[in-house]
């Protein structure tokens, strides 16, 4: 959820008319810090939660309780500079928001976010080397002490994914300013 919620929260940042821009000209900086904030309350309202049902009802340890609410955070960082990379073309583009919500819902079922990764195989494994939120729930799963896949997976196919991920997210947040002013009716 909070993969998906992050992603959509990106694309929405600039949905209003002015982009966000009036005569008081708020700063981007504040948008974003304030989107980040937002991004992070929401995820850990999202993952507490589940993290308690999993120490309680599952057994996980208190430590792996703890590192499940941290990667959702970093995830949700981190998808969210994904999801303000497709802003301005889902601005351009409004049916695209569908199309996006309806692959992350396929995407849903098809990571490795309801069964683990070793019940796999074939092509549906192989996509998932791929996935970036293979290796975010696999390292759960790891880190918890279930049944993970996560000492299988490659770790440089994971460095490159999370390195373009990150990259991706610079230049998300380094062109947002500019993004703003595109969609705004002032530009």
């Not at 610079?170 to 595109?182: M, P, S």
């Amino acid at each position: 959820r909070v993969f998906q919620s992050s992603i959509v929260a990106g694309t929405k940042i600039v949905n209003s008319v002015d982009g966000g821009i009036r005569c008081e000209r708020i700063d981007s900086n504040v948008i974003l810090k304030a989107a980040m904030i937002r991004r992070s309350i929401e995820s850990i309202l999202a993952t507490i939660p589940t993290s308690l049902i999993l120490v309680f009802g599952f057994g996980i340890t208190w430590e792996g309780g703890i590192v499940y609410i941290l990667i959702a955070q970093l995830m949700a960082f981190l998808f969210f500079g994904i999801g303000l990379c497709l802003a301005g073309l889902v601005k351009r583009i409004p049916d695209l928001s569908n199309v996006l919500f309806m692959i992350l819902r396929l995407g849903f079922f098809v990571s490795p976010a309801i069964y683990p990764m070793h019940k796999m195989s074939g092509i549906h494994y192989t996509l998932n080397e791929y996935n970036p939120f293979s290796y975010v729930a696999e390292g759960a799963r790891y880190v918890a002490g279930e049944i993970s896949t996560f000492t299988d997976l490659k770790m440089t196919t994971m460095a490159t994914i999370f390195s373009i991920v990150i990259l991706l997210n610079i230049w998300a947040f380094n062109r947002f300013d500019k993004l703003r002013w595109r969609v705004s009716t002032w530009s």
